[in-house]
């Protein structure tokens, strides 16, 4: 089931079912080499969420500031592989709505657990903003924000639930957005978290 929710952003209901067993295990290898951890932000506090990536680059944030590297600052090791069945995944959703040849170069892993949440912003990092960018969720379901192209505007809120993906590119590529705190549950793979796999082209 395809939703278009906006002229650039389209949820596909469910799309991953099939495929989030397997999903899960090569999270969980991927967190084994590269674990989750909670960035600080150029202000100096920590992101509510926790995070690591896959993919050839990874987005980081600390006193720096935000930006993409090839190496995990934690481990000082190139980020680990994106499995091959990712990458095609996101190729293959954001083909469904019309981008051709979307190759992401990063896969961004957030997890949330019970209260965290997201404020709006902009995924502004990257090079070119030609590219789609496509989203995963997994596990507990949570309310995703969609806002304008500035701060101030009206947001439309989306439910996201386990085996989503949220595809947006063109007009809609620079949209504010972010998600509200997360829920209490438990989800019989994934426990009481959630998941966000967000696949980009870096550079
Ligand atoms: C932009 N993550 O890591 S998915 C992020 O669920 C981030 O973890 C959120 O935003 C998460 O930068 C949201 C990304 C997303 C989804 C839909 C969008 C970004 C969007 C629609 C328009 C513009
Ligand atoms: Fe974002």
Redo the contacts with the bound molecule.
Sequence with gaps: LIEQK?A??WLLKSWLAKDRASISVQLQAILQVSPLRRFKTPNGYSMS?G?SNCGAWG?ISDQKGYRYSAVDPLTQRPWPAMPEAWQHLATEAAELVGFQHFIPDSC?I?C?EVGDK?GL???KDEEIFEHP?V?V?LGLP?I?M?GGLTRSQAYQKIL?EDSDV?I?GGV????????QSLRKGLHPIFGSK?Y?L?FRKAK
Excluded: E
């Design positions: 906006s650039g952003t969420v995070s987005w961004l957030n949330y997201m912003h902009q995924d960018i989203s969720s949570i995703f969609l996201l949220l947006w809609d590529r620079l949209k504010y957005h972010g998600v959630r966000n967000t």
